[in-house]
């Protein structure tokens, strides 16, 4: 509380201590000084004397759309209201029972009168108040009397000054609209605890690992060569492998067919350019081109980009591997690479001086002789040494000598002087440097703040042009600080290629690679004929399966990545090495139709039995993520509010605030709201407007993802999702926990015998089991929470439905594997 508020507060307690002012002169003195100065309300959210049939609402405190929070009756300070004696002296507020309240007229023509209008405009909370006594109540509550809740009582204005904390914490506008405090405050009782049980505990084989196919042996290598990060070393590669966006473009249609990693709301703001790669770099490349050849010093450009959007390749490409002519000719590139430097400002500092020196010293000047050193670098401090250090001294003396020695291996030491003389080297030579500070985008903000201002000093120090690579997040979330507004000269933002155009690619390339044995390989080199044979056919009939854009495979992957091209080739080696993936059978056939199944299982447990969401890429949305007041459906509920009404192609930003209202109002749960959204973002189920990827207060508004639709559309519902994810999940009864285990025990045992159709049977029956779970649970909440929906509108009506249309095929499908299986073995 400041000064001026505490002192004014005092002087109109002192002021009303006679209570003798009529209705006005109390609203004008006391009820709007509470409500506008101690609590914050803005006048433009508080509608004064609205006509409600029959009779008028003091006040009413409004949501940003108009409708209503909270209505006050406010009475003259000459009507007393009678309370009941306090439990201690000095008590200045309390809860008391409605019914209690009740039995003092003034109260209860008071607040029958209010709860009237809350009942007629369907708003639940409730204020009376004389401007000295004011009751905060809820007026209605689904399987309860309202006379038999409780009512939150200020027995005086003396408790906004001593208990000032708690008044804002519960009545304030921000407490109130951003934080849901009224539900809290006025809840009937504290929510119950559910006992939660997890079957994965009583499981011991859980743990249990699933041994790669038989290619990964010796395909592993070359699948991480070739799946993996681009070598700087590797042009051919580079060439015939890397994906810009230019590529596809013109066949697409914007974000509905791929997800388009562009620019968000903030960075158009602060000039922020979308860099359409012609081949040489486009924006960026001149923009380089022209630093160089206008001999401007001192600039810092930032590549914008998502993470694993690729900007990495982007740079290594434009520098090394397909340079502009006029930067091939006049320049000299260093990139630095801070992947695995530690989070520590020190290290990275001295890290990046130390790698920038060797990255310009390609000639080895360094490691020439001292008068070599004299002459090409150290001749400006040498010539001052000589005038004081070495001063007077015989250049033939064994001191002379071993004073300039100690000299020369200072300024060796000394890496930020040394980057200076080597980029005059080069600027001699006609050569400008670039420097490029890459992956700082694994950092926390406040790193990855000393990483620009360092690319700063570099960029003065040496004068010359630095390219610094951040994500949007880390840039916005300093920018509204301050921290960078002194630096910023240009950006640039890189959007992520198609993954399935990566994809293709890269198996296209490894075949390529294997079946011309004169191709320089040295990874496949070891392969014999057969080997190789095997391994083309299965590369190839993946590279087909992405040239379809309803292919399943396709669709997961491009879901799941969200953007993240590093992701996705993370989750794609993983299948194509997972023991779940049927490389024997594709094979054989020298041709796949993949099934949803076939790939949701080895993505998501690539080398594990059972579905762990700690050691996942996907995580499982039907988990409980508060041991209090928490639900199976929330995250679903959450995504399901977001794709409601939105256009799938360009969904809109939906403010967070009203989501919050909206699970602590309607179901109390707001922890378990704060940590879906955690998991949303972190996974690229939703996307907020300024990149953040994790909950935190400055994350204002969300929107859905494709990765988000796809969750909400089809993956939730599928049974192999509900499979793997329902032994990891927390579970409220005990015996469906004990049924879950049980269920898991028998599958495992079977599986160690190959009974592969009666396994099917054991999961089939434990998704039934979990799905009957669910069903009783929503219902349970439906009624709990007054949701009012109808049957085809819940979550568990579309799991059954899609689920009895699945088992039946999931039955079939195991029993023709098992056939064909016996075949070959019989072959």
Same mark, same amino acid.
């Given at each position: 509380?400041?000064? #001026?508020?505490?002192?004014?507060?005092?002087?109109?307690?002192?002021?009303?201590?006679?209570?003798?002012?009529?209705?006005?002169?109390?609203?004008?003195?006391?009820?709007?000084?509470?409500?506008?100065?101690?609590?914050?309300? =803005?006048?433009?959210?508080?509608?004064?004397?609205?006509?409600?049939? =029959?009779?008028?609402?003091?006040?009413?405190?409004?949501?940003?759309?108009?409708?209503?929070?909270?209505?006050?009756?406010?009475?003259?300070?000459?009507?007393?209201?009678?309370?009941?004696? =306090?439990?201690?002296?000095?008590?200045?507020?309390?809860?008391?029972?409605?019914?209690?309240?009740?039995?003092?007229?003034? *109260?209860?023509?008071?607040?029958?009168?209010?709860?009237?209008?809350?009942?007629?405009?369907?708003?639940?909370?409730?204020?009376?108040?004389?401007?000295?006594?004011? *009751?905060?109540?809820?007026?209605?509550?689904?399987?309860?009397?309202?006379?038999?809740?409780?009512?939150?009582?200020?027995?005086?204005?003396?408790?906004?000054?001593?208990?000032?904390?708690?008044?804002?914490?519960?009545?304030?506008?921000?407490?109130?609209?951003?934080?849901?405090?009224?539900?809290?405050?006025?809840?009937?009782?504290? =929510?119950?605890?559910?006992?939660?049980?997890?079957?994965?505990?009583?499981?011991?084989?859980?743990?249990?690992?699933?041994?790669?196919?038989?290619?990964?042996?010796?395909?592993?290598?070359?699948?991480?060569?070739?799946?993996?990060?681009?070598?700087?070393?590797?042009?051919?590669?580079?060439?015939?492998?890397?994906?810009?966006?230019?590529?596809?473009?013109?066949?697409? #249609?914007?974000?509905?067919?791929?997800?388009?990693?562009?620019?968000?709301?903030?960075?158009?703001?602060?000039?922020?350019?979308?860099?359409?790669?012609?081949?040489?770099?486009?924006?960026?490349?001149?923009? $380089?081109?022209?630093?160089?050849?206008?001999?401007?010093?001192?600039?810092?450009?930032?590549?914008?980009?998502?993470?694993?959007?690729?900007?990495?390749?982007?740079?290594?490409?434009?520098?090394?591997?397909?340079?502009?002519?006029?930067? $091939?000719?006049?320049?000299?590139?260093?990139?630095? #690479?801070?992947?695995?430097?530690?989070?520590?400002?020190?290290?990275?500092?001295?890290?990046?001086?130390?790698?920038?020196?060797?990255?310009?010293?390609?000639?080895?000047?360094?490691?020439?002789?001292?008068?070599?050193?004299?002459?090409?670098?150290?001749?400006?401090?040498?010539?001052?040494?000589?005038?004081?250090?070495?001063?007077?001294?015989?250049?033939?003396?064994?001191?002379?000598?071993?004073?300039?020695?100690?000299?020369?291996?200072?300024?060796?030491?000394?890496?930020?002087?040394?980057?200076?003389?080597?980029?005059?080297?080069?600027?001699?030579?006609?050569?400008?440097?670039?420097?490029?500070?890459?992956?700082?985008?694994?950092?926390?903000?406040?790193?990855?703040?000393?990483?620009?201002?360092?690319?700063?000093?570099?960029?003065?120090?040496?004068?010359?042009?630095?390219?610094?690579?951040?994500?949007?997040?880390?840039?916005?979330?300093?920018?509204?600080?301050?921290?960078?507004?002194?630096?910023?000269?240009?950006?640039?933002?890189?959007?992520?290629?198609?993954?399935?155009?990566?994809?293709?690619?890269?198996?296209?390339?490894?075949?390529?690679?294997?079946?011309?044995?004169?191709?320089?390989?040295?990874?496949?080199?070891?392969?014999?004929?057969?080997?190789?044979?095997?391994?083309?056919?299965?590369?190839?009939?993946?590279?087909?399966?992405?040239?379809?854009?309803?292919?399943?495979?396709?669709?997961?992957?491009?879901?799941?990545?969200?953007?993240?091209?590093?992701?996705?080739? #993370?989750?794609?080696?993983?299948?194509?090495?997972?023991?779940?993936?049927?490389?024997?059978?594709?094979?054989?056939?020298?041709?796949?139709?993949?099934?949803?199944?076939?790939?949701?299982?080895?993505?998501?447990?690539?080398?594990?039995?059972?579905?762990?969401?700690?050691?996942?890429?996907?995580?499982?949305?039907?988990?409980?993520?508060?041991?209090?007041?928490?639900?199976?459906?929330?995250?679903?509920?959450?995504?399901?509010?977001?794709?409601?009404?939105?256009?799938?192609?360009?969904?809109?930003?939906?403010?967070?605030?009203?989501?919050?209202?909206?699970?602590?109002?309607?179901?109390?749960?707001?922890?378990?709201?704060?940590?879906?959204?955690?998991?949303?973002?972190?996974?690229?189920?939703?996307?907020?407007?300024?990149?953040?990827?994790?909950?935190?207060?400055?994350?204002?508004?969300?929107?859905?993802?494709?990765?988000?639709?796809?969750?909400?559309?089809?993956?939730?519902?599928?049974?192999?999702? $509900?499979? $793997?994810?329902?032994?990891?999940?927390?579970?409220?009864?005990?015996?469906?926990?004990?049924?879950?285990?049980?269920?898991?025990?028998?599958?495992?045992?079977?599986?160690?015998?190959?009974?592969?159709?009666?396994?099917?049977?054991?999961?089939?029956?434990?998704?039934?089991?979990?799905?009957?779970?669910?069903?009783?649970?929503?219902?349970?909440?439906?009624?709990?929470?007054?949701?009012?929906?109808?049957?085809?509108?819940?979550?568990?009506?579309?799991?059954?439905?899609?689920?009895?249309?699945?088992?039946?095929?999931?039955?079939?499908?195991?029993?023709?594997?098992?056939?064909?299986?016996?075949?070959?073995?019989?072959?």
């Amino acid at each position: 509380m400041t000064k #001026d508020l505490l002192a004014e507060l005092s002087t109109l307690i002192d002021e009303t201590k006679r209570r003798s002012g009529n209705e006005a002169e109390t609203r004008h003195r006391i009820i709007d000084f509470i409500i506008h100065n101690a609590l914050s309300w =803005p006048k433009n959210r508080v509608k004064v004397e609205e006509f409600i049939r =029959p009779g008028f609402a003091d006040y009413v405190l409004t949501k940003q759309d108009g409708s209503h929070l909270l209505f006050i009756e406010a009475k003259r300070e000459g009507i007393y209201f009678q309370l009941p004696i =306090p439990h201690a002296n000095g008590e200045v507020s309390c809860y008391l029972s409605i019914a209690k309240l009740l039995t003092d007229e003034a *109260i209860k023509s008071a607040m029958d009168q209010v709860r009237n209008y809350c009942i007629d405009t369907g708003c639940e909370y409730a204020c009376v108040t004389n401007g000295h006594e004011w *009751i905060f109540f809820k007026t209605f509550e689904k399987g309860k009397r309202w006379d038999q809740q409780n009512a939150f009582v200020a027995r005086s204005l003396n408790f906004f000054l001593r208990e000032y904390t708690k008044a804002r914490n519960s009545f304030s506008f921000t407490a109130i609209v951003d934080h849901a405090a009224l539900h809290a405050a006025l809840s009937t009782s504290a =929510p119950k605890d559910r006992g939660i049980y997890y079957p994965r505990e009583k499981i011991t084989s859980y743990s249990h690992p699933i041994k790669a196919n038989w290619l990964a042996a010796k395909i592993r290598p070359p699948i991480n060569y070739y799946f993996g990060t681009i070598s700087d070393s590797d042009t051919d590669f580079m060439e015939r492998c890397y994906v810009s966006q230019r590529e596809y473009q013109d066949t697409t #249609d914007g974000m509905r067919s791929l997800i388009h990693d562009s620019i968000s709301p903030y960075f158009e703001n602060y000039g922020v350019q979308q860099l359409d790669d012609t081949g040489k770099g486009g924006r960026l490349g001149g923009r $380089l081109t022209k630093n160089l050849k206008n001999n401007l010093k001192g600039e810092v450009l930032v590549l914008f980009g998502g993470k694993g959007a690729g900007k990495s390749t982007f740079i290594k490409r434009l520098l090394h591997h397909n340079p502009p002519r006029w930067l $091939l000719e006049n320049a000299h590139s260093c990139i630095l #690479d801070l992947l695995n430097v530690s989070e520590d400002t020190n290290t990275i500092r001295d890290t990046t001086w130390n790698r920038l020196v060797s990255a310009l010293d390609s000639e080895k000047l360094l490691a020439g002789s001292r008068e070599q050193l004299l002459r090409d670098l150290f001749s400006d401090r040498f010539e001052i040494a000589r005038k004081q250090d070495l001063a007077g001294l015989n250049e033939a003396s064994e001191i002379y000598n071993s004073q300039l020695n100690l000299l020369v291996s200072s300024w060796k030491s000394d890496w930020a002087y040394c980057a200076t003389r080597l980029v005059e080297h080069w600027r001699i030579k006609g050569r400008g440097a670039i420097v490029v500070v890459d992956n700082t985008d694994q950092y926390a903000s406040k790193v990855q703040d000393f990483c620009f201002i360092l690319a700063q000093e570099i960029a003065n120090t040496l004068g010359c042009v630095v390219l610094i690579s951040m994500r949007e997040e880390r840039f916005y979330d300093s920018k509204i600080h301050g921290v960078l507004d002194a630096y910023q000269n240009a950006g640039f933002h890189i959007s992520s290629p198609r993954p399935a155009e990566v994809f293709r690619k890269r198996l296209e390339y490894t075949v390529r690679l294997l079946d011309n044995p004169a191709l320089p390989a040295p990874l496949l080199a070891e392969f014999d004929a057969n080997f190789t044979r095997a391994t083309s056919t299965y590369l190839s009939i993946l590279a087909k399966d992405f040239i379809n854009d309803s292919s399943p495979l396709n669709g997961f992957l491009t879901a799941c990545a969200h953007g993240d091209i590093r992701l996705s080739l #993370d989750l794609f080696r993983a299948f194509l090495l997972s023991g779940y993936t049927n490389v024997d059978e594709m094979i054989a056939n020298s041709h796949w139709t993949f099934q949803i199944h076939q790939v949701i299982k080895p993505v998501m447990i690539p080398d594990r039995y059972f579905y762990d969401e700690s050691l996942s890429r996907i995580p499982n949305l039907f988990q409980l993520r508060t041991p209090r007041q928490s639900s199976h459906f929330t995250a679903l509920r959450i995504l399901r509010r977001l794709s409601k009404g939105q256009d799938k192609g360009s969904p809109s930003y939906f403010d967070v605030a009203e989501l919050r209202g909206y699970f602590a109002e309607t179901f109390g749960m707001l922890d378990d709201f704060e940590k879906n959204t955690d998991t949303l973002l972190k996974h690229g189920f939703v996307e907020a407007n300024n990149r953040l990827d994790a909950y935190s207060d400055s994350v204002d508004s969300v929107k859905i993802t494709r990765y988000g639709t796809y969750m909400i559309e089809e993956l939730a519902w599928n049974f192999t999702y $509900l499979d $793997l994810v329902c032994t990891d999940c927390g579970i409220f009864d005990e015996q469906v926990s004990n049924y879950l285990t049980e269920a898991a025990k028998e599958e495992y045992s079977l599986f160690l015998k190959g009974e592969r159709v009666e396994r099917v049977k054991v999961r089939l029956e434990r998704v039934e089991e979990f799905i009957k779970y669910l069903e009783e649970e929503e219902k349970r909440e439906r009624d709990l929470y007054s949701l009012g929906m109808p049957v085809e509108e819940m979550f568990t009506s579309k799991i059954r439905a899609t689920f009895d249309g699945e088992k039946n095929r999931v039955l079939r499908s195991a029993k023709r594997q098992t056939v064909r299986r016996e075949r070959n073995w019989g072959k």
